[in-house]
């Protein structure tokens, strides 16, 4: 018998093993296009819901889908309510496993295909590179997982006798309750419900557990993936702690639906013709159904009741970047690029009121925050031989440089006191402080990028004009040596502030069209 229960929990490993095998596999090969059908069909909650369910059964990974809707919420590429379309199609999606186990593996018996596939999948893992590489480990990860579903219904069958009868909880209401804690429990302790709903329907095709039961442990299970959320979000992000909480409510909606529903189950199962295994997962993917039914209508409501019990910053600037982002490169530019165009914006408006004398021209935290953010970006690893996020690597780079150096100017305020005191340098001030603001309001507008650049060029042989026309006062005794060299300095640093906006903007649109960014051939460490 206890060759029985190992081969039980070795096929659960296996399972468990394949999934992961075939999820990396996946995700290396659809998240492009993911990320792509995210941005561009999430502009309502329902194409949200669309979308999550989707691409998260594509490459069974809910997990992949709301990490890049963080990223692109902290990017400012998604509204809170857009994302939260997004999970709650992505809680769908993951219903999908139980289909594929109980229609594939447990109607149609792929297990005995499921060697040589394996076979043919590690050959051209081996001999292979790329995308064909990455489509052997997939199908690598899928025999596995049919050679774990078969070694879970052997070991069954060897311990049928022991688990026959109530060895767990009756289908009384305290009983159900008692399965859907033992399901929460099973999925904390294997961090997988895909896995775990596996395991459920080969003990439901044994007879070693009833439908009432499997269903209530199914709904634990379900309940059960919020713990990977709240546990992978604690002292994350602001994004991250709000997705994990909408998590927790749409589960604990559904699941508490779910719970009442129980007693529905002997009546699908009639509608099915009898097959309990099939109404399982009727049952599995109808309750997130009719949860994302009943959501929808309230997701504005439901919107504002998590943000606040997850209220954002107090101040203007941004939160620092979660390291944990790190683990997919796509999501972590796409989060810096968000804080970098939030610090962008905060210190162009900053400094544009300065050189209108209405505050100081330094925002507390920014230097930190532009230092975090710096941090960050040279932790990002990128995958290797993709031109695009290299490009928008380097883009970022130089869009944190330049976003540091103008900080450091926004430091130097006795330049900028010698300016705004001075009535000849009021029309070049002006110019500057329109252009500060109009960079604060569009960070990475790459037409005012190029306005920009112009203007720069405009006001560099104005400024010119000024340096003569100081030295001249000079010359003539209108001012002395000292002031001389405060003017000057004064006007070389209203210029290079002009720079760092125009290079701000320019890579900030680099950078969110993942262009190669153009300009700055040199090392950014040489250029002032």
């Known amino acids: 018998m206890s060759e029985g229960w190992l ?5 659960i490993g296996l399972f468990l093993f394949g999934m992961t095998v075939m999820t990396e596999a996946l995700k290396t090969l659809a998240s492009g296009r993911m990320r792509a059908v995210l941005g561009r069909f999430t502009t309502t909650p329902l194409r949200g819901v669309l979308s999550g369910a989707i691409g998260t059964a594509l ?22 309510p857009q994302a939260l379309g997004v999970i709650f199609g992505a809680n769908i999606g993951s219903t999908t496993t139980g289909w594929v186990v109980a229609i594939l593996g447990l109607k149609l018996q792929l297990g005995v295909v499921a060697l040589p596939l394996l076979f043919v999948a590690a050959l051209v893992a081996t001999l292979t590179r790329g995308g064909r590489r990455q489509a052997g480990m997939a199908l690598a990860g899928f025999s596995l997982i049919f050679l774990g579903l078969e070694m879970m219904q052997t070991a069954t069958a060897q311990v049928s006798g022991l688990l026959a009868g109530g060895w767990l909880p009756g289908e009384s209401w305290p009983g159900r309750l008692a399965l859907v804690a033992i399901g929460v429990a099973v999925t904390v302790v294997i961090q997988s419900s895909g896995a775990g709903v596996a395991a459920v329907l080969v003990l439901l095709g044994s007879g070693s557990v009833t439908l009432m039961q499997a269903a209530a442990l199914v709904v634990g299970m379900d309940l059960g993936t919020t713990a990977k959320s709240v546990l992978a979000t604690l002292g994350g992000s602001r994004e991250m702690r709000r997705t994990a909480m909408a998590h927790v409510g749409y589960n604990a909606v559904t699941d508490g639906l779910a719970f009442l529903a129980l007693p529905l189950v002997p009546l699908i199962q009639r509608v099915m013709l009898g097959d309990a295994q099939t109404a399982l997962v009727v049952f599995h993917t109808g309750f997130n159904l009719a949860g994302v039914a009943l959501l929808l209508p309230v997701l504005p409501w439901f919107a504002r009741g998590i943000e606040r019990l997850v209220p954002g910053g107090t101040g203007p600037l941004p939160e620092p970047l979660d390291r944990r982002l790190l683990g997919d490169a796509d999501v972590a530019q796409d989060a810096a690029r968000g804080v970098a165009a939030a610090l962008a914006t905060v210190q162009c408006a900053r400094l544009s ?17 532009v230092a975090d953010l710096e941090d960050f970006l040279t932790r990002v690893a990128l995958p290797s ?13 130089h869009l944190a440089d330049h976003l540091g150096r103008l900080a450091q100017r926004a430091g130097q305020e006795e330049r900028l006191a010698v300016l705004v005191a001075d009535p000849v340098f009021c029309r070049p001030v002006r110019m500057v402080a329109a252009a500060l603001e109009r960079a604060a309001l569009a960070p990475a507008d790459p037409v005012l990028a190029r306005r920009l650049a112009r203007l720069h060029g405009t006001l560099g042989a104005r400024m010119a004009r000024m340096r003569r026309s100081v030295l001249l006062r000079e010359h003539v005794g209108l001012v002395s040596p000292p002031d001389l060299f405060a003017l000057t ?3 070389r640093w209203l210029e290079r502030v002009l720079f760092h906006t125009e290079r701000i903007v320019h890579y900030g649109a680099a950078a969110a069209a993942a262009a190669p960014p153009k300009g700055e051939a040199t090392s950014v460490l040489a250029e002032d």
């Not at 009121?353 to 925050?369: D, F, H, K, N, Y």
């Open 59 to 80: 490459m069974q990974s809910s997990s992949a889908v709301i990490l890049t809707v963080i990223g692109f919420v902290g990017a400012g590429l998604m509204s809170f």
């Open 7 to 11: 081969g039980f929990a070795g096929g």
């Open 385 to 397: 031989g993709g031109t695009a996020g290299q490009n928008r690597q380097a883009a970022l780079l």
């Open 489 to 491: 300095d004064a006007l």
């Open 353 to 369: 009121g300065a050189l209108r004398r209405s505050g100081r021209a330094v925002e507390a935290g920014v230097v930190e925050a």
